[in-house]
């Protein structure tokens, strides 16, 4: 079934470690997108991509990294996890050129001891 | 400048009750305005979005650029409705800029 895929659900981490959050999408969407959202609060955008080799900035400032090698894949990376890096991440994609709104995964809780 | 404001973190209605999310939006372009929900242990999902013009499970949502307003509305909320639901807006770059949210609690 097409769909958006997020591994792990859940993460606790110590500090200091480096983690990869997965995200992988069988739509053959061209965009894809991180959000990071607290509890109770907005979503924020932290990186988008708009293909291949295309990865972006978003609104909010992340010590996180993004790669798009692959159309289906955008994993985000955390080089050394620390406490205020806990959240909850949301990967999502959506069609070039059509307002048909997002795609979204099921996210990953981070926590990070 | 693009924004989304949702100004009520929280609303509270009795079943059979009317229900109005409130939304508004600031953005310079013709705006493109979507409603999300997220029900309990569920993936954010698309509610409905202004240019398609449709009712789903019974919520409208209509665009009004005089008061640049997106306000979501239902009749007669049911309690399967309780949920967070997010206003958005496509803005620049084709990326989506969402509200804070609203928790819409539905009693029995």
């Known amino acids: 079934e097409a769909d958006i895929y997020q591994t792990p659900r859940y993460l606790v981490i110590g500090t200091g470690k480096k983690i990869t959050l997965e995200c992988s999408q069988t739509m053959g969407h061209d965009k894809m997108y991180w959000y990071q959202q607290d509890p109770g609060m907005e979503l924020h955008l932290i990186h988008y991509s708009y293909g291949v080799n295309s990865t972006e900035k978003g609104d909010l400032s992340s010590e996180s990294t993004v790669s798009r090698i692959r159309t289906e894949h955008f994993p985000l990376t955390l080089e050394s996890a620390r406490p205020s890096h806990t959240s909850q991440y949301l990967c999502?994609?959506?069609?070039?050129?059509?307002?048909?709104?997002?795609?979204f995964g099921s996210g990953t809780r981070l926590t990070v001891v | 400048a693009q924004r989304v404001t949702q100004p009520e973190k929280l609303l509270s209605v009795f079943k059979g009750a009317p229900v109005e999310l409130k939304c508004n939006y600031s953005y310079s372009g013709s705006p493109e305005l979507f409603w999300y929900v997220q029900y309990s242990r569920q993936r954010l999902q698309l509610l409905l979005r202004?240019?398609s013009r449709e009712s789903i499970k019974g919520f409208t949502a209509d665009l009004n650029k005089g008061e640049t307003s997106f306000h979501l509305k239902k009749p007669f909320a049911q309690e399967e409705d309780s949920a967070m639901y997010y206003c958005?807006?496509?803005?620049?770059?084709?990326?989506?800029?969402f509200g804070a949210g609203t928790i819409l609690r539905v009693k029995s």
């Open positions: 958005a807006l496509l803005g620049y770059g084709n990326k989506l800029v």
């Open positions: 202004h240019i």
């Open positions: 999502a994609s959506s069609e070039m050129g059509k307002a048909y709104g997002y795609t």
